[in-house]
Antibody, heavy 118, light 111 residues
Framework: QLVASGGGLVQPGGSLRLSCAAS????????MSWVRQAPGKGLEWVSG????????FYADSVKGRFTISRDDSKNTLYLQINSLRAEDTALYYC?????????????WGQGTLVTVSS | QSVLTQPPSVSAAPGQRVTISCSGS?????????VSWYQQLPGAVPKLLIY???KRPSGIPDRFSGSKSGTSATLGITGLQTGDEADYYC???????????FGTGTKVTVL
């Protein structure tokens, strides 16, 4: 199970840290991702973190502003989001891949809503 | 902007069959990366429907099927039910982008 939290209303240029707590499995053993969905829009993959080596990947739209990480002691995945823009407004899901690949995404967390507005 | 193209919508009567295409390129589907499919019911979290192109997770009925050929993949739904009304997305890895990619999404309507 994955439980996401940390979303909220933030002004343009602001920051937030999203969390995704895992239970029932060791998060460090799997490739993990953040996926977002703007209101009324489709799914957009945002960032991924590998199990072995902790390599990170980012969509071009967030590169340099978002940072994915994890705390193995807390079995929790994070997404630090900085320099927020209106177009970052979305429901942010965390999702598990396999031990070696980003996809398929299963399971998904329930999502946490980020709203960027002044 | 999505690099995988899907039809915006498909529709059919109950009991009928629909197919949803997912068109990619040589940097994703055509590079032999596995395709997965997700169902998102209204107001719900996306759910894995098909993985590794044609495999169904436990609990997914065999009315749902997947296939892949060249740079495209297809999701098929037979015996269409009102409960199948949802948005459907394909997904895979793209080696040029070094990241995950989703399709544009297809809304299935049961007439």
């Amino acid at each position: 199970q994955l439980v996401a939290s940390g979303g909220g209303l933030v002004q343009p240029g602001g920051s937030l840290r999203l969390s995704c707590a895992a239970s029932g499995f060791s998060l460090s053993s799997f490739v993990m991702s953040w996926v977002r969905q703007a209101p009324g829009k489709g799914l957009e993959w945002v960032s991924g973190l590998t199990s072995i080596g902790g390599r990170t990947f980012y969509a071009d739209s967030v590169k340099g502003r978002f940072t994915i990480s994890r705390d193995d002691s807390k079995n929790t995945l994070y997404l630090q989001i900085n320099s927020l823009r209106a177009e970052d407004t979305a429901l942010y899901y965390c999702a598990r891949g396999t031990m070696n690949t980003l996809t398929p995404f299963d399971p998904w967390g329930q999502g946490t809503l980020v709203t960027v507005s002044s | 902007q999505s690099v995988l193209t899907q039809p915006p919508s498909v529709s059919a009567a109950p009991g009928q069959r629909v197919t949803i295409s997912c068109s990619g390129s040589s940097s994703n589907i055509g590079s032999n990366y596995d395709v997965s499919w997700y169902q998102q019911l209204p107001g719900a979290v996306p759910k894995l429907l098909i993985y590794e192109n044609d495999k169904r997770p436990s609990g997914i009925p065999d009315r749902f099927s997947g296939s892949k050929s060249g740079t495209s993949a297809t999701l098929g739904i037979t015996g269409l039910q009102t409960g199948d009304e949802a948005d459907y997305y394909c997904g895979t890895w793209d080696r040029s982008l070094s990241g995950g990619v989703f399709g544009t999404g297809t809304k299935v309507t049961v007439l």
